[in-house]
C-alpha cells in the first residue's frame, strides 16, 4: 500500500511539475535572456537574492552565470549573489532589520544599467520588495523570479516571469530549470561572440 501511494505521489508531482514547465511564458524568458546579454555586452553587474529555498537558487545561479558560462580569452559575467556572505547578512538582519539585508548591500554595489534578478516563490516578502524599489531607485534594471500569482513583487518589477504553481516545491524547482535554460543558452552563444581578453 506505501508503495502505490508513493507511486501515485511521484506521478503527480511530476504531472504538475510537467504542467508548470509547459505554462511558461517563453516571451518573458526571452526578454530576460536579452537583458542578461546586454548587462554582459556592457559590462554591468548582475544580482540575485532569494529568501530559502529562492536562496539557494539565487546562488545556484549565480555559480553557473559565473562560472559555467566562461569561454576562452573572453569577457565573464560579473555577477554576484547577495545571499552569500553571511556574516554581512546577519549584521545587517543584526542592526538594520531582515528587510534590509538586501537593500543595504544594494546601495553599496548596484550602478545605473545594472541588472538584479529577484527570486521569491511568494512575490511577497518584505526585504525582496525593498531591494526591488532600491535597485530601481538607483536607475538598475529588475526581473523577478515568482509564482503564487506573482504577488507584489509582480507589479513593481521591470520584468516578470509567473511560474503557474502555487506550491513552493513546483515554484522553486522551475526557477532553477530557468536558470539552466539560461545557463546552456549563454554556454552557446557567448561561443559565437568574437573573443577579446577582458
Request: aromatic fraction near 6%; include cysteine; proline fraction near 2%.
Amino acid at each position: 500500500m506505501l508503495t502505490n501511494n508513493v507511486d501515485h505521489h511521484v506521478t503527480d508531482y511530476v504531472n504538475r511539475l510537467h504542467a508548470a514547465v509547459d505554462s511558461l511564458p517563453r516571451a518573458e524568458l526571452v526578454t530576460l535572456g536579452e537583458m542578461l546579454f546586454r548587462a554582459y555586452q556592457n559590462g554591468k553587474q548582475v544580482l540575485t537574492l532569494g529568501n530559502g529555498g529562492s536562496a539557494s537558487t539565487a546562488s545556484h545561479m549565480s555559480a553557473d552565470l559565473g562560472k559555467n558560462t566562461i569561454q576562452a580569452n573572453m569577457r565573464r559575467f560579473r555577477v554576484l549573489s547577495l545571499n552569500d556572505n553571511v556574516s554581512l547578512l546577519t549584521a545587517l538582519a543584526n542592526d538594520a532589520g531582515y528587510e534590509n539585508v538586501f537593500s543595504e548591500q544594494i546601495k553599496n554595489l548596484i550602478r545605473p544599467g545594472d541588472l538584479l534578478i529577484v527570486l521569491s516563490a511568494s512575490g511577497n516578502s518584505p526585504n525582496v520588495l525593498e531591494a526591488v524599489r532600491c535597485a530601481q531607485a538607483r536607475s538598475a534594471q529588475v526581473a523577478g523570479l515568482l509564482g503564487f500569482g506573482g504577488g507584489e513583487a509582480a507589479r513593481i518589477v521591470d520584468l516578470s516571469i509567473v511560474v503557474d504553481s502555487s506550491h513552493y516545491g513546483i515554484v522553486e524547482d522551475v526557477h532553477l530549470i530557468i536558470n539552466h535554460i539560461l545557463v546552456e543558452h549563454f554556454q552557446r552563444r557567448l561561443g559565437d561572440v568574437h573573443p577579446w581578453v577582458a
